[in-house]
């Protein structure tokens, strides 16, 4: 009889827990079963997401604000989202885990995220080792990743509460990369805040806030605070702003809001992949899709027809 | 009667080409038409990919460089690709076009390009412009991108010869971040190289790329130049580098091949965006998207059996 992972996930088992993650990067189809059996199981735990620029100390800020979390009593899941997967296999963040101070913490879980396959990949990974953490009864669950790019920013669009982590002196190039995505940021950290042109950088994300604040009135005006995640400052209050924040949500009926948009752009995610995956296994094995490029590399077909062929022929609905 | 904008294309308008790029960024489905006819009429440009990181001076190499091509008597577009687009709508790279020096040269067309929609839209949308340039005669097309993140990796993929742009004093974490983008390199370009530092990048990435070639042997050795862009030094190396290794690829029947690839994974891009597009019509349409969120939100469903029995309801070709 085989194991039954859900329900030793369920019962507390890590091993259980690195077995069913693996699965999902490897698109294993024993992953489907576990998570068809978890997902009545989540729902409680609050997401957060830190996001910022390589170099801006990420990594040790999340596990500062774990030792916050911890201290209120919270268990926490920090997920590590490496987006130079496509090549390294995630290489960069291999240490995570072994770099983190709650290594021995059995009340906290670490996992680094390499992604394989295609386009969307990663977020829709990471969205379900969110699941699996939460029903694994994470109180918390941190997802870490650099902010720049479109899968990213979905990655991002998971969390509950977003942090971006700003440092002073990274230049304005770089600091202009973020404006995109300083606008879903609900909490930002001016990190290394003991580096010359720290405040001069809260200054201006503070006009920022305030600006956009005016321009688009929302009920929620991002919190700015400094922090040397390094020397554990000013991170107890990181963790007082993502609380605020998570308060305004829940009495807004907000919280509820943004997991259904959340729920929404994951489902439409979920169906798109599993069709894709369908129809490119097909296509593959049946060697069409070699027989098809050959066709269009010598111009005999071209391949905007071809895709609404494919399409309308797998398809049973009709598009109109 | 409506315009033939194909027809207008290949006549030499690029009033229609950019209304064309247009409309293939809004997804509009009149640009469909005009690729199917346009698509015959493509393969004969020769596709470079410039990237790096933010602040590492692609503009300005990019600008320089077409100097060059254009002293060669040919003629270039160039195609500046915005990742903060999910935002900003493409706001950083918004002037790329009034930037250049060769914007009132009638043989150099420049498009910025943001994107919207979903995942993949980017390098979708990019390959698509690559072909409508193609097309309307272009014998060079540069694709100017920041290298982070699995999109704009496919962006790179689109290229014939990659240049990665790297430059002195940007710090240890964003040049390892580029560890996994300096494997598609084909040739580096040490920008800024009057500053202090740019003799020991040079000396480690050549090492780098000695030692790559030792433990993966392959028959192209990545060129390593140094240049001052914003002087318009060694961008003539730069451009005789390029030369090279398209000579290369030439000689060896290996850009056949990677044209094959890139057309592979091109018509499967095509086919999953399509897809996406179906699929979010059909159950965004119908409101039936709606109600099913709100019972997973309840835990009355989950979304792994919804996505199962939607995907098997909507294929007419049984999986497996």
Chains 1, 2 share one sequence.
Not at 6 to 25: D, K, M, P
Not at 40 to 56: E, F, L, N, Q, V
Not at 222 to 243: F, I, M, R, S, Y
Not at 249 to 254: I, P
Request: with cysteine.
């Amino acid at each position: 009889m085989p194991k039954d992972y859900a329900a030793e996930i369920l019962a507390g088992s890590t091993t259980a827990v690195a077995r069913l993650i693996t699965w999902l990067e490897d698109e294993d189809e024993r992953a489907y079963q576990c998570m068809v059996q978890l997902y009545r199981h989540t729902g409680k735990a609050y997401i957060i997401g830190i996001t910022g620029s390589p170099g801006a100390g990420k990594s040790t800020l999340t596990d500062k604000l774990t030792r916050h979390i911890r201290k209120a009593g919270l268990t926490v899941g920090i997920i590590a989202v490496d987006p130079s997967s496509p090549f390294t296999g995630g290489a960069i963040l291999g240490d995570r885990v072994r770099m983190s101070e709650h290594n021995l913490d059995e009340d906290v879980y670490i996992r680094s995220m390499a992604t394989r396959g295609f386009l969307g990949g990663m977020s829709k990974a990471t969205g379900d080792v969110v699941k699996v953490l939460d029903a694994f009864g994470k109180d918390v669950i941190i997802i870490e990743t650099v902010g720049v790019g479109q899968d990213e920013v979905d990655i991002i669009g998971i969390a509950d509460t977003t942090c971006l982590v700003l440092v002073p002196g990274l230049g304005d190039a770089i600091q202009s990369m973020k404006a995109g995505i300083m606008e879903i940021a609900d909490v930002f950290a001016i990190n290394k805040a003991d580096r010359a042109g720290a405040d001069q950088l809260l200054a201006e994300v503070t006009y920022r806030v305030e600006q956009d604040a005016h321009i688009k009135p929302t009920d929620w005006t991002p919190t700015v605070v400094k922090t040397v995640a390094v020397n554990d400052e000013g991170v107890d209050q990181l963790w007082e702003a993502v609380k605020e924040h998570r308060a305004h949500l829940e009495e807004n009926g907000k919280l509820q809001e943004k997991r259904r948009e959340r729920t929404y752009r994951e489902t439409l995610r979920m169906i798109h992949s599993e069709l894709f995956r369908i129809v490119r296994e097909q296509l593959e094995n049946s060697g069409q899709l070699d027989h098809i490029v050959e066709e269009i590399l010598d111009r005999k077909l071209d391949p905007y027809s071809i895709m609404r062929q494919i399409v309308s022929k797998w398809l049973s609905i009709s598009p109109k």
